[in-house]
């Protein structure tokens, strides 16, 4: 179908969406491990080939995780609503109910209130930090402490018995496989320290791994560093 792809990179994400700008565009956004994004990727197929003017883009949060992070994806399935960059509808969760209501009622036409609007483009994959006005020393110095809390400290969505992203579930499990023993912290839960550590660590995702008060890395380089022993090195110090 010409108006349902799966996104593989951000260029072509922005590529797809910016192609006409009063189009309608449903974001599913989706992981292998979740169940219920099996039930809304077969949803969003049907309502593709019933409405083809509507634009319908598959997104793998885990593998595109800066998409997925400019748009605050906190859980799987969710589906974003746009008219080019202006934002219809959020729906989160297995409401596939809600999402054909919503698809049929954008493809009328009919008059919306948009939730948000931006004339800058959707995605940016070396920008997705958002400055906040919060005064810089008292943040740096919450950060500072809860970097230092404990020798290896996991900052990440959720907890490590309720995570509420891939990465985050994965890389707690990478953790407790080397019998690391760690402490966490729920950006989730404060939106100041989440965007702070994205401008502190250079790092635009989660979850960050810190070991001795300093910035390792996200899942991808811990999983390296498992596998080529730096972890167990890094932990020695």
């Known amino acids: 179908m010409s108006n349902h792809h799966e996104v593989t990179s951000p260029s072509q994400f922005q590529q797809l969406l910016s192609t006409d700008l009063n189009r309608v565009s449903v974001l599913n956004f989706w992981a ?37 992070e400019s748009f605050d994806i906190e859980s799987v399935p969710s ?23 919503a ?7 009919s008059s919306v209130n948009p939730q ?5 483009p959707p995605v940016k ?10 005064p810089s020393e008292d943040l740096e110095s919450r950060m500072t402490r809860l970097m230092n809390q404990s020798q290896v400290v996991l900052f990440m969505k959720g907890s490590p018995d309720a995570p509420r992203c891939g990465f985050s579930r994965r890389i707690c499990g990478l953790l407790r496989d080397q019998k690391v023993e760690f402490t966490h912290f729920d950006i989730l839960s404060d939106e100041n320290v989440r965007q702070g550590l994205k401008k502190r660590n250079d790092w635009p995702t989660f979850p960050q791994l810190i070991i001795n008060g300093e910035f390792v890395g996200g899942l991808d380089i811990v999983q390296e560093m498992v596998e080529n022993g730096e972890l167990t090195e890094a932990l020695a110090i």
């Not at 934002?87 to 409401?95: H, P």
């Not at 698809?103 to 036409?109: I, K, L, N, P, Q």
């Open 32 to 68: 292998e491990w979740a169940e219920p994004c099996k039930q809304m990727n077969a949803v969003t197929i049907e309502l593709a080939k019933k409405y083809p003017s509507i634009l319908f883009l598959q997104i793998e949060a885990e593998t595109q995780a800066d998409i997925a």
């Open 103 to 109: 698809v049929a009622r954008f493809a009328t036409g």
């Open 116 to 120: 948000s609007k931006t004339d800058l």
């Open 125 to 134: 994959a070396s920008d997705t930090v958002v400055e906040k006005e919060d």
């Open 79 to 101: 589906l974003i609503l746009l008219r080019g960059h202006t934002l219809l509808q959020r729906i989160t969760g297995a409401d596939a109910p809600a999402l054909t209501s």
